[in-house]
């Protein structure tokens, strides 16, 4: 039988059942409804046109009108008689409500009296007998009733059990043959013999777990060609390399990674945090799977790894798939890959050499320059033209930025090799701010700039070297000078905060495009479009030293609306 029929079948019997129950039940509640309304309609009218009577009565000694209602009662009692000897008592009440005198006696109102009650006790009887009877149904109705409803209840039960498990016998056996074959039982098979609706679905079902089967058989041994060649290809590689599941398990490790790590083959397929426990350089880089760093941000692995120091940069990379059939993206582990810069250490340590050294042996012959530009400007040794010292001045010009490149290289070469040395001592920000003011004074007098100090009252002292923080201040209002308009204001000063201090330097020149805040504290790093001349190396090196003693540096500048440098340092 088709499933269309079977559901056809199984609603029609509920709704025929339904039906049954519904027309049965107001059949006997219609029936229920017409005997109640038989007692009120006759017994209940006999009972009221009796008390009306009883009412009239008491009153007809002394008002005419009463013995008119009492007739008119009387009439309608003689119209609405139900009961057998409710006729024979109406004619006797008939007969002695004619005979009453005028004024009426107690005896002949007494008799009246004894009349209406045996009506109202007939009628009394009539309603109890009746309501008897229409509770003798009610029962009768419940009991049947019960019977139909409990019949009814017990074929919906065998329906609700049944007739699903019916209809969703062969769709169950389809989702097991499914589930099977998602887990790559491609020798699952359906049968749904008698169900023509489902003998074409398990036909298709078979054809394609045959397909499927015959497809693994077939592809089997390529695919296990490619596992063995992308083997080959990560054992050729010298990056150490490693790979770990969600769980951590360790999925392969290629032979420079055994190497570097000093591990066997056999932890492959072990879990790498029970591994960890007795490998340092393991557990640093699982802890390192846990940080928020990214990439080329945390410092490199120094490992002893070809009879050398060796550094090593690690690259975490998370691994994400998308399921077949699927639409969101799966994480299946991560990727570990230990970059080896030991050369461009080499080089880098090589490059600092070679620019300590060159800008050492340059510095001497440098500051010669303008001792001899002195001598040679000296009118005692002879007088110049115009022309010769505009070409002095030209000259020292350019010594004078020679000077400060070489010092400026000569920092950066202590800060990249390590050998920056700290004095502090105890000074008050005041001196520090003092000495940048009268460093560049001639260079502000020359842009015609106009430089304000802003000074709190009371602000704490600072424990740094003098001379690293005074620079700083120093090249920052040099920069500010240079990239401010002639007769502008420039303003640095002091701020205390908590258990900081702020030294600032505030222009209103040109600005700086937002793009290039964090840039322009990188070596060699020119802000595009700048005409001002310089190495790159200032405000890196400013960085350095603010770091070196714990501080931070910072800039907030717009576009038009000048630039604001900040240094904290601890107070």
Not at 103 to 129: F, S
Not at 312 to 336: A, C, D, H, M, S
Not at 531 to 537: A, R
Request: net charge neutral; with cysteine.
């Amino acid at each position: 039988m088709r499933i269309q029929r079977r559901i056809t079948l199984g609603i029609g019997i509920l709704f025929a059942m339904i039906l049954l129950l519904g027309i049965q039940s107001v059949s006997y509640v219609r029936q229920l409804s017409q005997a109640t309304g038989t007692i009120l309609a006759d017994n209940y009218n006999s009972l009221q046109y009796a008390g009306d009577m009883l009412r009239s009565l008491n009153d007809t000694g002394a008002d005419s009108l009463s013995r008119h209602a009492l007739r008119q009662s009387l009439a309608l009692q003689q119209q609405n008689i139900t009961e057998v000897s409710e006729k024979e008592i109406t004619a006797a009440l008939q007969r002695h409500v004619s005979a009453l005198s005028d004024p009426v006696t107690e005896a002949e109102l007494q008799t009246v009296r004894d009349d209406l009650l045996r009506i109202m006790e007939v009628n009394m009887a009539a309603i109890r007998a009746k309501s008897a009877g229409v509770e003798q149904r009610a029962d009768y109705v419940m009991w049947w009733l019960i019977v139909v409803a409990a019949l009814c209840a017990l074929i919906a039960g065998a329906i609700l059990i049944w007739f699903p498990q019916l209809v969703l016998r062969p769709i169950d056996a389809l989702k097991k043959g499914i589930t099977g074959i998602a887990n790559h039982n491609y020798e699952q098979r359906l049968d749904f013999p008698g169900n023509r609706e489902f003998e074409s679905v398990a036909e298709s079902f078979n054809n394609m777990a045959a397909k499927l089967d015959e497809y693994r058989r077939s592809s089997l041994d390529d695919l296990m060609t490619a596992k063995k060649r992308i083997e080959a290809i990560v054992n050729t590689l010298h990056e150490p390399i490693v790979g770990l599941d969600p769980d951590r398990r360790i999925l392969f490790m290629n032979r420079e990674a055994l190497s570097v790590l000093n591990l066997r083959k056999e932890v492959i397929g072990r879990n790498a945090t029970e591994v960890a426990l007795s490998n340092d350089l393991l557990r640093r880089l699982i802890r390192g799977l846990n940080d928020a760093k990214k990439d080329g941000e945390e410092e490199p692995l120094k490992i002893y790894a070809d009879n050398k120091e060796s550094y090593f940069q690690v690259e975490n990379t998370p691994l994400y798939i998308t399921p077949v059939g699927g639409r969101e993206q799966q994480f299946v582990g991560n990727l570990i890959v230990l970059n080896n810069i030991t050369r461009f250490k080499e080089l880098d340590s090589a490059k600092t050499n070679f620019i300590s050294t060159v800008s050492h042996e340059m510095k001497t012959p440098i500051s010669s320059i303008p001792m001899s530009l002195q001598l040679l400007g000296d009118d005692r040794l002879g007088a110049l033209n115009d022309e010769q010292k505009q070409l002095v001045g030209s000259i020292k010009e350019s010594s004078d930025r020679l000077l400060s490149i070489t010092g400026e290289l000569l920092n950066m070469s202590q800060v990249e090799s390590g050998k920056l040395k700290l004095m502090p001592k105890v000074t008050k920000p005041i001196e520090l701010i003092d000495y940048a003011v009268k460093a560049t004074q001639v260079l502000a007098e020359r842009f015609c700039c106009f430089v304000e100090v802003d000074y709190p009252e009371r602000i704490s002292k600072l424990f740094v070297d003098n001379e690293k923080i005074a620079w700083v201040i120093t090249n920052l209002l040099s920069n500010a000078i240079h990239h401010s308009p002639e007769k502008s204001r420039i303003i640095v000063g002091a701020v205390q905060h908590d258990k900081t201090v702020e030294i600032y330097v505030q222009d209103f020149g040109r600005g700086i495009d937002p793009r290039y805040h964090k840039s322009i504290f990188e070596r060699y790093f020119r802000v595009p479009g700048t005409k001002v001349q310089g190495s790159g190396l200032g405000l890196a090196i400013s960085k350095e030293f603010v770091e070196a003693h714990g501080g931070s540096i910072s800039v907030e500048s717009e576009i038009g609306r000048g630039s604001r440098f900040s240094i904290r340092l601890p107070a």
